[in-house]
């Protein structure tokens, strides 16, 4: 069976072929900085890191990349209203979302390249279009000649006259025309910089990108990868600029997730209704709200409330209650019976199920369908008694396989904050009776469900590790 995806590119569903047999290398943006993760930026980091995970269990090696925006207009503003530099604004929120995407079961890419890291690529990239004639200096900026590039808008499948309708040179711009865009931005008085042919200053937001993608996956790659808000204009102009650059495709395939509605409306920082995710799994398992991503198909939209969050528990604890039962069962069985051919062959057919839907675009909805089918057999089997080593075994195997390609584990239990409260307050209890053995205990416990207590004068605080 081959792999299906959804190519925004040509608008339709297209076999995978990699460039390279059995390899795989992939871009996905990654966030800007400057404060903690929405909701939003958690659900192209799970469902990306879940097609990542699902490519790997069909047998590719992924070479996968994401990068941290860590120079940008708004890390400048959040560094000035907070009176901090730039530079640990950025490595204050990284490590925030390490802390977050890893709770939330996300692997670390191949590489995480950081803008400031590499700067010099960028500018000999810019530097290279404007040899090119791809793009051109105006005191201190550099700008891309849009129109140039003849195919601009293949991916957001706009013509040039339909694109410039709306825009305009705005005050203090030297566009020569407004369709072209900044990939080098002159510095203004206190702003960090970095020194260019072109004068003090730092780069556009798409070049970065560009620069990067080249860098540690090559001219061309095979999926570019981010939310559906990023394909026009960002990776619209990252196409123009690497294009122009290679003479080479510079996708093959590009995948977009659907966007994230609070409460049925668009979730948008101008209308104060999002959600951070550091929040979110203070409240509830990081583990839940994976799920809940994956629950719809990532290029549909999904709609966040509490409400929808705590009916998604219900389905996610019939789940875990299936898989804890088949454990217990075989640990407390001692008269365990020979396997059974039928019950083997049903749960090799779920998981041929399971593979044909990730196969269809990743349809990770109709893949936690399978795992409720897989519950519903497995709950069957032990309702009627039948006591098989080999069958109870191959159950918990299987799920164990096809929770592991969701990013989900369900041999971890997760601590609720109320729970967290109620160990700590025991061990406090416990130290002040120099019970200290118990104390250690409870602080092990917690240090195992990566939870980091911290003794304070103030008193204990916790986090999330």
Avoid at 123 to 138: C, G
Avoid at 215 to 228: E, F, P, R, V
Avoid at 353 to 361: A, H, Q, V
Avoid at 417 to 446: T, Y
Wanted: a negative charge; hydrophobic letters at 35%; charged letters at 30%.
């Amino acid at each position: 069976m081959a792999i299906k995806l959804y190519n925004t590119l040509t608008r339709q569903k297209e076999e995978f072929h990699p460039l390279e047999e059995n390899k795989v290398k992939m871009y996905v943006c990654g966030p800007t900085v400057y404060n903690y993760i929405h909701i939003g930026n958690a659900r192209p980091a799970i469902v990306f890191d879940t097609v990542r995970r699902y490519l790997e269990f069909r047998g590719y090696e992924v070479q996968y990349v994401s990068n941290f925006t860590d120079v940008d207009d708004k890390l400048i503003k959040a560094a000035n209203e907070l009176g901090e530099d730039v530079p640990s604004i950025a490595e204050r929120f990284i490590e925030a979302y390490f802390e977050d995407v890893s709770a939330l079961g996300c692997k670390k890419a191949t590489v995480h390249p950081r803008v400031t890291e590499n700067m010099d690529i960028i500018i000999d990239f810019i530097s290279t279009l404007i040899e090119k004639d791809y793009a051109y200096e105006a005191d201190g900026d550099v700008y891309y000649r849009t129109r140039k590039f003849e195919e601009y808008g293949k991916l957001s499948h706009q013509s040039i006259d339909e694109l410039r309708l709306g825009t305009r040179i705005e005050v203090g711009e030297k566009k020569q025309d407004p369709l072209d865009f900044a990939l080098w931005k002159a510095a203004k008085e206190g702003e960090i910089y970095w020194d260019s042919p072109w004068g003090k200053g730092r780069p556009g937001w798409h070049i970065e990108c560009s620069a990067m993608a080249r860098k540690y996956l090559g001219d061309t790659i095979d999926i570019h990868a981010g939310g559906q808000d990023l394909a026009f204009p960002h990776h619209e102009n990252e196409i123009a600029q690497s294009e122009a650059l290679t003479g080479k495709t510079f996708a093959k395939y590009w995948l977009h997730n659907g966007y994230i509605n609070i409460d049925n409306e668009k979730m948008s920082k101008s209308l104060g209704n999002f959600v951070l995710v550091h929040d979110i799994i203070k409240k509830h398992a990081p583990q839940l709200l994976r799920f809940f991503i994956l629950s719809v198909h990532y290029r549909h939209p999904i709609n966040y409330n509490d409400e929808i969050l705590e009916n998604t528990r219900k389905g996610l604890e019939r789940l875990q209650t299936s898989y804890m039962n088949l454990k217990h069962r075989l640990e407390s069985s001692t008269n365990l019976t020979d396997h059974d051919e039928e019950w083997i062959r049903k749960i090799k057919d779920l998981n041929e199920t399971f593979i044909r839907e990730m196969d269809d675009d990743f349809n990770t909805a109709n893949a936690i369908a399978v795992l409720f089918d897989l519950s519903k057999q497995a709950n069957l089997y032990l309702v009627e008694k039948n006591t098989s080593q080999t069958v109870i075994q191959a159950f918990i195997r299987e799920f164990e396989n096809l929770t592991s390609v969701l990013g989900l584990d369900f041999a971890k239990e997760e601590l609720l904050d109320e729970e967290i409260e109620a160990l700590i307050q025991q061990r406090i209890e416990a130290r002040k009776n120099r019970d200290f053995a118990l104390a250690d205990r409870i602080r092990d416990e917690l240090k195992d469900q990566n939870i980091i207590l911290e003794d304070t004068a103030q008193g204990t605080r916790w986090k999330r590790g």
